[in-house]
């Protein structure tokens, strides 16, 4: 697994021979690409498929919410969390992002083997290894090389269902085929290759965390750093939501230019943001260059609370982050609306339009 990234500084105004490694081996456009994040496949979303067992494939990307808008170019199956099932780590393309896939379906019991050749090479990379279990023979070759950029660990791991114990066979690089006889559900073993025994290991398993909500960097319950960004007129600023809310509490809203709800949203922000308890701060999701044009629209709506844009140096040597240290722009759904708490604390997450406010004559 390689994770590459692009030095800005480096670009130049013709294409030159670079080192091998070298950050600044893409310049020009493909610099730019990277830093905003545009996609270099068409906005293609990454594709995930479940097995059915019976020669079929059932499309979960969406339900597994690994059908993120970002190019992942490699791919790397492994029990990161030691639990038995297979979890999956995502390499990006655009900046520097990378995902950790944690698979929390129930698999039942499994078969975690590793190998030790003594003939040719030692990791026994070629070798196959076939479990007998529930559903007949399933066999898988031990490669350490598996798809595009992509590597595998040096375990194989087999599911076996209600399974009590399944027999293993492991044909050697070297021709040569040997069993280790019934092993139970749930063993973890290295073969060795002559041993005609498996040897148990230890157990390392740790949870991952559970993740985020679709969009955010933090989760109810935690603090919103202060952060960089630019205001209406350009400048960069810093964002402080405890200031902001001056002891009061503070709904952080989440919207775009080209999101009709969003736009639609803003006379009803701005009525919340007249009520004595509350103070409304709205955060664009418009790209850099498109931040005169939101705010233009923004004003044309009637808002007149707070706003900021895009735009504050991700690069910069500075101790504060930006927007991309809350959110993740790349996965946010719009509108969304944070309500902190005087002192930044997330108490609640509002998924689309905020309800309107009923007028006087309506209460």
């Excluded at 990234?5 to 020009?28: I, M, P, W």
């Excluded at 090389?145 to 076996?160: A, K, M, R, T």
């Excluded at 759904?333 to 002192?343: D, F, G, K, Y």
Aim: charged share 25%; proline share 5%.
């Amino acid at each position: 697994m390689v994770a590459s990234s692009v030095d800005k500084e480096s670009a130049c105004e013709s294409f030159t021979a670079q080192e091998v490694g070298s950050s600044s081996y893409l310049n020009r456009h493909n610099s730019q690409m990277f830093s905003e994040g545009r996609s270099f496949s068409g906005n293609e979303r990454n594709k995930l498929y479940l097995n059915r067992g019976d020669a079929s494939f059932l499309d979960v990307s969406a339900l597994s919410a690994t059908d993120t808008p970002a190019d992942g170019r490699a791919v790397l199956a492994a029990d990161f969390d030691d639990d038995g099932d297979v979890d999956l780590f995502v390499h990006n393309l655009q900046r520097e992002r990378h995902n950790l896939f944690r698979n929390d379906l129930a698999t039942g019991g499994f078969l975690k083997l590793r190998l030790v050749g003594r003939t040719g090479n030692p990791e026994a990379v070629g070798a196959t290894v076939v479990v007998h279990g529930p559903r007949g023979p399933v066999a898988q070759v031990l490669s350490r090389g598996d798809g595009y950029s992509s590597c595998q660990v040096p375990e194989l791991i087999f599911g076996l269902g209600a399974a009590k114990s399944a027999e293993v066979v492991v044909h050697w690089p070297g021709g040569a085929t040997e069993s280790f006889g019934a092993l139970a559900s749930g063993a973890r073993c290295v073969l060795v290759e002559g041993s005609g025994e498996a040897r148990s290991f230890e157990a390392r398993s740790a949870r991952l965390p559970d993740p985020l909500p679709l969009g955010l960097q933090l989760g109810v319950g935690q603090r919103v750093p202060d952060f960089r960004a630019l205001d209406r007129d350009g400048n960069e600023v810093v964002v402080s939501p405890r200031r902001l809310a001056g002891g009061k509490r503070l709904l952080l809203n989440f919207w775009a230019s080209y999101c009709g709800p969003c736009v639609a949203e803003l006379p009803v922000l701005q009525q919340l943001d007249e009520a004595e308890d509350q103070v409304v701060v709205a955060i664009s999701a418009d790209a850099p260059a498109d931040r005169e044009h939101a705010r233009d629209i923004f004003e044309q709506r009637g808002a007149k609370f707070v706003s900021y844009y895009l735009g504050a140096d991700e690069a910069a040597d500075a101790e504060l982050g930006t927007v991309a240290d809350v959110v993740d722009l790349l996965r946010l759904p719009i509108p969304t609306t944070l309500v902190l708490s005087a002192e930044g604390e997330v108490l609640e997450i509002i998924r689309g339009p905020i309800p309107a406010v009923p007028s006087e004559s309506s209460r």
